[in-house]
């Protein structure tokens, strides 16, 4: 079966998918509720990221009022002892990395195509490119439909081998039901560079469970501590967040630096370079961050690139003023003025000038702080992303997903670092 643009549709006709198969994907009636099998498909298990943190948090919202979900990852690491704290079952795929490897990559489809039809899941959820391409191509050799969460476009400017991803999403995109985007921007881009037609795509932002008061905040405490949570890669732009500091010697300041990565020695070395040390620290991979953002008083996140990170969200949530350059979806929850300062990519100028507006206006801080607060519980709580994200799921389904009104504190997973948005 072909679509309007002569690819294959994701769900296979009755004649082709196996008899067990058709039993979960079959559409009930409007209106009934049934339990449901979702399994997640993601990549890298090295390092706890905004991806992997979605996963955790979304499966653990279904197990806990009785549906069943399971991860499919391509090794051990950081993020399956994450799954394992939080009781969400897991299955390593071999071959499902997060490079591409054509060879390994056609066969972690068949091995994932093998997985799968042993968990019969009625949903495939894939998350990052890479997830998404294979999982997309496994699911649709079953018959079960597929959504798709990118989290962010790996075609963005700056992002290395952008046009083979570009091209490798246009070809993929038939084969899910509807991709989720965890942004506003993230959708219009999608759209622009023609990877689909405007009706596939939903956005639905991410959103975290809360924390309890004692982890909140005080930004008006003097001598400011200004935090950074972020992986030390390409995508994180931590020299410019140090030249920017440079320019601010005469200021009373701290800055903590939370993650690892390789470039982490590259930027102690410019900050060793700039006269920096030891005002920065670098604390590497932290399981404790919502212990570390309740005692700062600023936010930074300077990147180059970003779907909608969740790291903005944990700071928000703290009630933190935030400095966040302006990529990706970063201005819809940072509103520039109100609970943070958007400043241009890759500016340093303009990082100082916005971080020294912070640092001396105590009032400012405690202002943008509440306002952050205020727009978290708003907009970006766990359960108004899983809500929002079931009804997704429901539309492809065809009947009601049941998941609880509400998500207490004490329910939430723990926070992990987040090494890479």
């Given at each position: 079966?072909?679509?309007t643009?002569?690819?294959?549709?994701?769900l296979?006709?009755?004649?082709?998918?196996?008899?067990?198969?058709?039993r979960?994907?079959?559409?009930?009636a409007?209106?009934?509720?049934?339990?449901?099998?979702?399994a997640?498909?993601?990549?890298r298990?090295?390092?706890?990221?905004?991806?992997s943190?979605?996963?955790?948090?979304?499966?653990r919202?279904?197990l806990?009022?009785?549906h069943?979900?399971?991860?499919?990852l391509g090794g051990?690491?950081?993020?399956?002892?994450?799954?394992?704290?939080?009781?969400?079952?897991?299955?390593v795929v071999h071959?499902?990395?997060?490079n591409?490897a054509?060879?390994?990559?056609l066969?972690?489809?068949f091995?994932?195509?093998?997985?799968?039809?042993?968990?019969?899941?009625?949903?495939?959820?894939?998350?990052?490119?890479?997830?998404?391409?294979?999982?997309?191509?496994?699911?649709?050799?079953?018959?079960i439909?597929?959504?798709y969460?990118?989290?962010?476009?790996?075609?963005?400017?700056?992002?290395?081998?952008?046009?083979?991803?570009?091209?490798?999403?246009?070809l993929?995109r038939p084969?899910?039901?509807?991709?989720i985007?965890?942004?506003?921007?993230?959708?219009?881009?999608?759209?622009?560079?023609?990877?689909?037609?405007?009706?596939?795509?939903?956005t639905?932002?991410?959103?975290?469970?809360?924390i309890t008061p004692?982890?909140?905040?005080?930004?008006?405490?003097?001598?400011p501590?200004?935090?950074?949570v972020g992986?030390?890669?390409q995508?994180k732009?931590?020299?410019?967040?140090?030249?920017?500091?440079a320019?601010?010697?005469?200021?009373?300041?701290?800055?903590d630096?939370?993650?690892?990565?390789?470039?982490?020695k590259?930027?102690e070395?410019?900050?060793r370079?700039?006269?920096?040390?030891?005002?920065?620290?670098?604390?590497?991979?932290?399981?404790?961050?919502?212990?570390?953002?309740?005692?700062?008083?600023?936010?930074?996140?300077?990147?180059?690139?970003?779907?909608?990170?969740?790291?903005?969200?944990?700071?928000?949530?703290?009630?933190?003023?935030?400095?966040?350059?302006d990529?990706?979806?970063?201005?819809?929850?940072?509103?520039d003025?109100?609970?943070?300062?958007?400043?241009?990519?890759r500016?340093?100028?303009?990082?100082?000038?916005?971080?020294?507006?912070?640092?001396q206006?105590?009032e400012?801080?405690?202002?943008?702080?509440?306002?952050?607060?205020?727009?978290?519980?708003?907009?970006?709580t766990l359960?108004?992303?899983v809500?929002?994200?079931?009804?997704?799921?429901?539309?492809?389904?065809?009947?009601?997903?049941?998941?609880?009104?509400?998500?207490p504190?004490?329910?939430?997973?723990?926070?992990a670092?987040?090494?890479?948005?």
């Amino acid at each position: 079966m072909l679509d309007t643009a002569g690819f294959p549709t994701a769900l296979a006709s009755d004649s082709t998918t196996p008899a067990r198969l058709q039993r979960r994907t079959t559409t009930k009636a409007k209106g009934s509720k049934r339990k449901i099998r979702i399994a997640f498909v993601i990549t890298r298990a090295d390092a706890v990221g905004g991806a992997s943190i979605h996963v955790r948090d979304m499966a653990r919202m279904l197990l806990s009022c009785g549906h069943t979900a399971c991860v499919f990852l391509g090794g051990e690491g950081a993020v399956t002892e994450a799954l394992k704290v939080a009781g969400v079952p897991y299955q390593v795929v071999h071959g499902l990395v997060r490079n591409v490897a054509p060879k390994q990559d056609l066969r972690a489809v068949f091995r994932l195509r093998k997985a799968l039809a042993a968990f019969e899941p009625d949903l495939v959820s894939t998350h990052t490119s890479k997830a998404g391409v294979i999982g997309r191509l496994a699911a649709w050799s079953l018959g079960i439909p597929a959504l798709y969460t990118p989290h962010c476009w790996s075609f963005v400017d700056g992002f290395p081998g952008a046009r083979l991803y570009l091209w490798a999403e246009r070809l993929v995109r038939p084969f899910g039901r509807r991709t989720i985007m965890v942004s506003e921007a993230e959708r219009r881009d999608g759209i622009r560079h023609r990877v689909g037609p405007s009706d596939h795509f939903v956005t639905v932002h991410n959103g975290m469970p809360d924390i309890t008061p004692d982890l909140r905040a005080e930004p008006g405490k003097q001598g400011p501590r200004i935090v950074m949570v972020g992986r030390f890669e390409q995508q994180k732009d931590h020299e410019t967040l140090l030249l920017a500091l440079a320019r601010l010697k005469h200021l009373c300041w701290s800055l903590d630096l939370v993650g690892d990565g390789p470039l982490r020695k590259t930027a102690e070395e410019l900050a060793r370079s700039l006269g920096l040390l030891p005002r920065v620290v670098f604390h590497g991979y932290r399981k404790d961050v919502s212990s570390i953002l309740s005692k700062a008083q600023i936010f930074a996140l300077i990147t180059n690139w970003e779907g909608f990170p969740r790291s903005i969200i944990e700071a928000m949530r703290a009630g933190l003023p935030i400095v966040a350059s302006d990529v990706g979806g970063n201005a819809e929850s940072v509103q520039d003025g109100v609970n943070g300062l958007v400043v241009r990519k890759r500016d340093a100028a303009a990082v100082a000038k916005a971080l020294a507006c912070l640092i001396q206006d105590t009032e400012l801080r405690v202002r943008m702080g509440a306002a952050g607060r205020d727009a978290y519980e708003r907009e970006f709580t766990l359960e108004r992303m899983v809500h929002k994200t079931a009804e997704v799921w429901s539309s492809v389904l065809g009947h009601e997903v049941q998941l609880p009104v509400a998500v207490p504190v004490s329910a939430a997973a723990p926070a992990a670092a987040v090494q890479a948005n």
